[in-house]
Every structure is written in C-alpha cells, then in structure tokens.
C-alpha cells in the first residue's frame, strides 16, 4: 500500500503542481471570496460568529470560509500559498479515497486507479487551481474520510459509524451537494453484499435524517439569494433538465475533451439523443446484476440529485458539479476492474493505468488555461462559444486590463448568443463608450450612465434618440451607434433623410456618424459627393464589431 498512497501523491502533485505560482482569478469570485473580504483576512470572534451564523456569497458554507484563516491572514492573500494549501487537502483527499476503495476490498492497484481516476480528472482543476474551488477539496476530504470511517464501521452505533457521520457534518459545511452520500454508501453496502437493505439503511439513518433536514435550507438559502433560475421553463421541463443534465455530466466525466469554467446556460433545455441514451443508461445500471455496473451508474445519478437541475440551477452546468459523482464511478470501475482481471487472468491494470496517465496529462492541459484570466476566459469562450456568461466574463477581464478594442469584440459575441437579454446589449455599448472616451479625450467618464440609460429604454425609439442625441453633444460618436441602430430599427428613417444626415456628418467632420447613416441606408447613395466623402472617411474610421 506504500507504494500506492506514493503513486497517488506523485500523480496528484504531478497534475495540478505547475498551477501553483498562477494569480488569483480575481474576476471569478476569488476577489470578493479572498482578496476583499474581511471575514478571511481577519481573523476574529465576531467574523467567526459572522461566518457561522448567516450564508455567505448565496450559499452557507462555513467551512470553506474557515478554512481560508489556515493561510490568508498570514500570507496576506498570496496565490501560491492559498493555491499550496488547496493542493495539499486535495492530496490528502486522494490519499483517503484510496485507503477507504482498500477498505472495500478493491485490490492495492485498483483502489489506486480509482482514486486518482477521481483526484487526477480534468474536472478536479477548479478544485486545486481556483483557490475558491477549496470548498470542492474540503467536500472530497469529507466524503472520504465518511466513506473510509463506513467501510470500517462494524455495527451503527460503533466509533467508526459515528466519525463517519461527524465527516458528513464537516463535508456538508463545507458543500451542500455532498447531502446524497448516505443513499450512496446504502448503494455501496447492497451492491457489495455488505450488508441487507434494512442493515444497510439503519447504518445511514442519522445521516439520512439529517440530509433531509438540510436539503429545504439549502433550497431555501438558494431561493433567497436568487441562484435558482427562473427562466428554464418550471416543473413542466424538469425531466428533460434532468436528462441534459445528466447526459452533460456523464460524457464529460468520461471523455473530457471540452472541460471549461462555463457553459450554455440554456443547454439544459434542449437534450440530445447523447443525453436520452446515456440517462437511459444509468437509470438501467440501477437493473443490472453486476455490482460494479450499480454503483458506478446508480451512485452518479445519486451523487447528480443535487445539481440535476430539477430545480434549475443559476449556472447550470459546471465541472465542479461532476467532483463527487465521480467517486461511484470510478469506485464502480475499480470493482469491475478487479472482477475482470480474476476472470480473464490478464493484467488489466496497466491498460487503466494508461487511462489515468492520460486523465492526469489532460488536466496538466486544462490546468494552464488558468494561468491569467483572459487566457481562461477566451478558453471558455471558444470552446463553447454559444455560452452567453463565457463572452461577458471575457469582455469584463479585457475592460478591465485597458484592452477596449478587445473588450468591444468580446462583447458583440452577446446579442449573437442571445438577442434578448439587455445586459450584452449595455455591456457593449459601455465598452464601446470607455473607447470613445479614451480614443477622444473624452472627460469625466459617462459610459456608466449611458449604460444604464440605454438598458432602461431599449424599447423606447423616442427615448433612445434622445440618448444618442446626449451621445453626440459629449463626442461619444462610436457608442451613439448603439441607440440609434435600434432606435432606427423600431421608427424607420426614410432614405433621402438617412442620406442627408450622412452627409451632414460627413461634412462637419464626424465620419463614423456618417458611414453609420450610410449603412442604414436601403440602397446605395447615388450622390457623388457623398461617396468622396464616405471613401475618405472609411481610411479614418477604425471597424468595430456593433452589428451583424
């Protein structure tokens, strides 16, 4: 066993190792979580009573918000040390996995497999690399160490039982999706012929209990702080939620070519026929007489109830979601695993020792695209480029870096992705403004305001030719696009007139003011003069993405 807890620690280090120096993804949650929060960085009485006694940042998880005290006070907030501790848990976790697969009799090599199958997943990268992902590492570490403490637990009421139970407590603090564990250790224990159904539940009964006392707070808590989405169709679209949701999850847990920090939010919606035959697929694992079949499908819809999106979720689908259903599955995988080299005699494990070399270098992949913010971001981006959340975190880390021209393309992705949401609508024209406002001179900063004034009336053509109006007398002559194109879009302009605003503009020296009035044109300007002038004034004007 030595010299598998060493392998696994090796493994684990080898994988996530490189991510250590990486900065904070400040954008991301981890400066309102870490850097500009007080409760983390100030060790207190009072902060400690505030972390135990209200939810946090829409969720409560007390735990995970202690636990920072182990390093941010006295590292005032260095990445790599917060990024050290996550790694340091995370290996810890590893190293309990395997000892609790040993403690269900897995041999030394397939209890190994499976629990790097599980620490060394791509998916596992938000859990070390994002030091807000600490709550996935303590909620590994619990489910561990509740699962080793149960495979050692003779009857319910032993010492073991109750650590087991008292890990539970400690995992839930520190993540609510772990509340689904005791149903799957009941799994475990019937699948492996441990104990009887009856047996099985009475060892999980405090545990039981106490997931269905918690689960309405977790609801609750998710309702008041508005993370549960409200615009995926009620009750009447739940099954196929469900069904998107868990087709997702299962082919990203097995083929993770596309691991990223956001998704399309409105995927769940529409499942495929990948998702109807791998739920199918799962539901009828729960039939099959092979043990490890069981419980590596029944335990991962198991470990999914939480964020299956039955009741959709604000982000529906993320990789940290998949960081405990993987441990049924590759627990499953381990059983199997075993089974099938007694029966064919042959040395199997060297072939899943490939597959988890290969999970580890896919990860030390994925792992580099976190290295800044705008390299994450564009990552999320192109890979899932109809993921509308994708293109306004990276319109927001380029505006942020001073990069306007960069923000303004990654936000003309927005009304592409989804025409009805106003937000990438102000998004684009606030980044447009801030150029107009540096390329100008332009001073004090309205593009804030403009925003806001062009979210509130987008359906006002009156309104929005008044804004623009504002626009052009404070040399926004970019941003001013914007209201006018949908101002023009709902009260049309004769072309005579649009033809004879261009060439008032073209004339006064406001030349992308004039090309705009050109392009809204029905046909093409017959006027000689104003054609000089567009031409001249295509040389000066720099194309910026605003319209299809």
């Known amino acids: 066993m030595a010299r598998a807890h060493a392998l696994c620690t090796a493994l684990v280090l080898a994988a996530f190792g490189r991510a250590l120096p990486y900065p904070f993804q400040t954008t991301w949650d981890d400066g309102r979580f870490i850097v500009d929060n007080p409760l983390v960085r100030e060790p207190t009485l009072s902060h400690l009573w505030a972390i135990l006694t209200r939810p946090h940042f829409q969720a409560y998880h007390p735990l995970h918000l202690i636990s920072y005290w182990l390093d941010v006070p006295w590292s005032d907030a260095s990445p790599p040390v917060v990024r050290a501790t996550n790694l340091v848990l995370w290996v810890a976790a590893a190293n309990l996995l395997l000892w609790a697969f040993r403690s269900l009799n897995l041999s030394p090599l397939a209890a190994c497999l499976a629990a790097l199958a599980v620490a060394v997943h791509p998916v596992q990268v938000e859990a070390v690399v994002w030091a807000t992902g600490r709550k996935d590492g303590l909620a590994m570490l619990g489910a561990a160490a509740t699962l080793l403490f149960h495979a050692r637990a003779a009857t319910p009421w032993d010492r ?96 993770p070519s596309l691991t990223a920090p956001m998704y399309d939010t409105r995927a769940i919606n529409a499942p495929g026929a990948s998702d109807y035959l791998l739920s199918i697929a799962c539901v009828l694992s729960l039939m099959v007489r092979s043990s490890a079949v069981r419980i590596a499908g029944g335990g991962f819809i198991l470990m999914m109830v939480p964020v299956m999106n039955l009741v959709p ?96 393309v990654a936000y003309a992705h927005l009304p592409r992705v989804d025409r009805k949401r106003k937000v990438g609508y102000a998004a684009l024209l606030q980044a447009v403004a801030l150029r107009d406002e540096r390329v100008y001179g332009l001073s004090p900063s309205r593009a804030e305001a403009y925003a806001r004034s062009f979210y509130a009336g987008l359906d006002d053509p009156r309104g929005l030719k008044v804004l623009a109006s504002r626009m052009l007398a404070t040399g926004h002559l970019r941003a001013l696009e914007l209201p006018l194109a949908f101002a023009l879009s709902q009260a049309p302009v004769p072309d005579a007139a649009l033809e004879q605003a261009a060439r008032k503009h073209l004339q006064e020296g406001r030349p992308s003011v004039g090309l705009f009035y050109l392009g809204r044109m029905g046909r093409q300007t017959t006027d000689a003069e104003v054609r000089e002038l567009a031409a001249r004034a295509r040389a000066r004007v720099t194309p910026l993405p605003l319209f299809d």
Request: proline letters at 5%; glycine letters at 6%.
């Open 313 to 408: 979720m604000y982000f529906p689908l993320q990789d940290r979601y998949l960081s405990l259903p993987l441990i049924p599955l590759a627990l499953g995988i381990g059983v199997g695993l075993d089974r099938l080299s007694r029966a064919l005699r042959a040395p199997l494990g060297s072939i899943a020792l490939v597959v988890v070399v290969a999970l580890a270098v896919r990860t030390v992949q994925y792992a580099g695209e976190w290295q800044s913010e705008s390299r994450l971001w564009g990552h999320a981006a192109s890979t899932h480029p109809q993921a509308f959340y994708a293109w306004m975190k990276l319109g927001e880390v380029r505006r942020a870096q001073g990069d306007l021209y960069g923000a303004v």
């Open 160 to 255: 073991n039982a109750w650590l087991s139970r008292a890990a539970f407590l400690c995992a839930a603090l520190g993540k609510t999706t772990v509340l689904p564990l005791s149903l799957l250790l009941v799994l475990v224990d019937c699948a492996l012929d441990r104990r009887t159904l009856k047996a099985a539940v009475t060892q999980q009964l405090p545990t039981i209990v106490a997931a269905l006392i918690l689960s309405p707070i977790v609801l609750t808590v998710w309702a008041d702080n508005e993370m549960i989405r409200t615009t995926a169709g009620g009750v009447r679209m739940a099954p196929a939620r469900a069904i998107a949701t868990l087709g997702h999850q299962l082919q990203t847990a097995l083929w």
